[in-house]
């Protein structure tokens, strides 16, 4: 049981009313950690504009959802597990592919780089070595790409302690996180 109310779309009033009806006309369904976020019009309006602009810069969707796999795991947050796996096949990602990238793995080497970065930001709280940012750049990826890979990093951080502290009930196929944290 979530630690902070789930706020049901169809009783929500005024600004969280209108985010969460946005996120259903997108999605088509309202998930549990999109609910909690709207106790917090504010909250929730800052994660969905940065979501958008994430969303829509140059990382594909595969290499985004690889990147929150491998976060959410190594932060063992089970709920974005779930939900990225979910998310992760709508992607095209396999299961294969995506138990792979939860331990920062992946078939595509310019993606593995990509999840090398990120689960060494998170390990180091943003203390990336020269060899690291030296590796992700050598395997391809721009200086925006880089940016954006920091980007998803600490967008999937945020939603990992949100997900963790409340203890948001999972609603999406449960996944079983690799290791304990």
Known sequence: ?????????????????????????????????????????????????????????????????????????????????????????????????MLANRVGRSSDAKAEAALAFARALVEHSGQVSKAEFDAVRAAGHSDGEVVEIITHVAMNIFTNLLGKSTQIEIDFPQIELNRAA
Not at 24 to 45: C, M
Not at 53 to 69: M, Q, S
């Open 1 to 97: 049981m979530a630690r902070i109310a789930v706020i049901d779309p169809n009783s929500a009033t005024g600004e969280a009313k209108a985010l969460l009806g946005a996120v259903q006309a997108s999605l088509g369904v309202v998930p549990n950690f999109i609910r909690v976020l709207a106790n917090s019009p504010a909250a929730l309006n800052a994660f969905l504009g940065i979501h958008h602009i994430a969303g829509a810069g140059l990382l594909d969707p595969k290499t985004r959802e690889r990147i929150a796999l491998a976060v959410a795991e190594q932060n063992a947050c089970q709920y974005c597990v779930s939900a990225h796996t979910a998310i992760g096949r709508k992607a095209g990602l396999d299961n294969q592919e």
